[in-house]
């Protein structure tokens, strides 16, 4: 699927008031399923050091492309980011290496929950894998040792990214609903959300497909930490509440214009 077409299915999917559907076609048979044994906490000395040295001679020499020469990525509000040591960090997922753009945006040890599928084949899931996402899993036994590890590496001093939309639609410009995921494990392990997001500047390029190719800012809004004196799920919603709040208000700042969706019911 190219990016008009992917363009024109997000565009569908708006209109019947859908936002959580992933847009392109999931190949599963390029993917390896997500076990018990995936390493979510890389122990072995040697798959430690050899992880090291792709992050530090592939991804990051494709990290600084994707920022400088491609998506001329601006960062504002890094200041927000004084005296976090550890986070949850939330984004708007609009680009395949989007998870870059936060990488180069916040300058600081990270992981990368995504979706089972990206667990892939080849060349691009091992240096997905060195770079350290956690794919998810729909297995409980697994779900566990993913909630283990998140623990483990936030208590170390990472930051780990989740995308709450869940899908990534490709440029699509306005902050979609949130899933509960993020924000219950902030809330479990007593962690902020710092939420981040991407808004664009045109390029004046276009694409092959005659898309425009838009330049990326990565905006690091203010860190939101879980309240006292309410319950579990309280505390969660919260988290979740505040951050849509935040994006909404982000949104609408920037591009001087409501947040409204394109949906059928606009009609009626």
């Known amino acids: 699927m190219n990016n008009r077409e992917h363009i024109n299915k997000w565009l569908e999917y708006e209109k019947a008031g859908i936002f959580d559907l992933d847009v392109n076609p999931v190949d599963w048979d390029d993917c390896y399923p997500v076990t018990e044994d995936f390493p979510y906490v890389q122990r072995n000395i040697f798959k430690r050091f050899t992880n090291f040295l792709k992050r530090k001679f592939v991804v990051a020499p494709f990290c600084r492309k994707i920022n400088k020469r491609e ?3 601006i960062v504002v509000g890094r200041e927000n980011l004084k005296g976090i040591k550890r986070a949850i960090l939330t984004c708007n997922h609009v680009y395949i290496f989007d998870c870059l753009a936060v990488k180069y945006a916040v300058k ?3 992981k990368f929950v995504a979706a089972e599928f990206n667990n892939r ?4 899931g091992d240096m997905m894998r060195a770079e350290g996402i956690m794919p998810l899993s729909a297995k409980l036994s697994v779900q566990r040792k993913f909630a283990k590890a998140l623990g483990e590496h936030l208590k170390s001093g990472h930051y780990v990214l989740f995308y709450p939309e869940q899908a990534m639609w490709y440029q699509y410009d306005k902050p979609r609903p949130l899933k509960n995921g993020a924000f219950r494990y902030a809330e479990k392990f007593d962690v902020p959300v710092v939420p981040t997001f991407i808004t664009y500047r045109d390029s004046g390029q276009v694409d092959s497909d005659g898309v425009k190719i838009m330049h990326f800012t990565v905006h690091i809004l203010k860190p939101i930490f879980p309240p006292e004196n309410m319950s ?10 505040r951050t849509f709040s935040a994006y909404k208000d982000l949104y609408e700042r920037t591009y001087g214009k409501p947040l409204e969706y394109k949906t059928e019911a606009d009609s009626l």
Request: aromatic content about 10%; proline content about 0%.
């Open 108 to 110: 600081h040890k990270m």
């Open 232 to 241: 579990a799920n309280e505390r969660a919603q919260y988290l979740k509440e």
């Open 71 to 73: 998506r001329n990525t």
């Open 121 to 124: 084949k080849g060349f691009l």
